[in-house]
């Protein structure tokens, strides 16, 4: 039988409640507030935190504070990484995120939903809704705008700018100007 966790990760319909996920939900939550907490030049000290924090990064990953996750573990970044302040990564799945991108401030990258229909939401005895996932991937040399939104399930292609504020509910191709809501294709960039 699966764990909650493996359901969730699998997409299927998991507890959230579970005590495994609520474990690991929690030590999240320690761990961005003592990244937010610590100095902006102790590099060695917030390196140390998103070692613990994340589930991998590459080398010149930064991560302005604050920053937000669910449990900071499903969040693989790449080389060359930087993400502005005030981001919010609900990792309930995989967020990838590739080398040579920028993510702007506010922008939120949601891997998790919910039935739509009450009656499938709502559990019996939890304060919890029953929730599914699908995972995030953001390509290489990707810039997402400042207070842009990723539902789950999409994919941004390399070289791909998604503009601010935009809400991205379906996947863009590569080598392109996105925008809107929903986030529609501009145009392509030529190379």
């Given at each position: ?11 299927e ?85 590739g ?93």
């Amino acid at each position: 039988m699966m764990t909650e966790r493996e359901k969730m990760l699998a997409g299927e319909i998991y507890d959230c409640g579970d005590e495994q996920l609520i474990e690991r939900w929690h030590l999240a939550k320690q761990l961005q507030k003592k990244y937010s907490e610590t100095d902006s030049r102790d590099r060695d000290t917030l390196n140390s935190i998103l070692d613990e924090l994340i589930g991998g990064r590459g080398d010149n990953v930064w991560i302005a504070a604050p920053f937000f996750v669910d449990y900071g573990e499903n969040i693989f970044i790449g080389n060359n990484v930087e993400i502005n302040m005030n981001c919010v990564f609900l990792d309930c799945n995989r967020i990838s995120i590739g080398s040579y991108s920028g993510i702007g401030p506010g922008v939120h990258i949601y891997t998790v939903t919910h039935p739509v229909n009450p009656k499938e939401r709502l559990p019996e005895n939890s304060q919890f809704w029953k929730s599914y996932t699908a995972p995030v991937t953001i390509g290489n040399n990707v810039w997402i705008g400042g207070g842009a939104i990723l539902l789950p399930g999409v994919i941004i292609g390399d070289n791909t700018t998604i503009g601010a504020g935009s809400v991205v509910t379906k996947s863009i191709p590569d080598n392109c100007i996105a925008a809107g809501n929903p986030c529609r294709v501009i145009r392509k960039i030529d190379e």
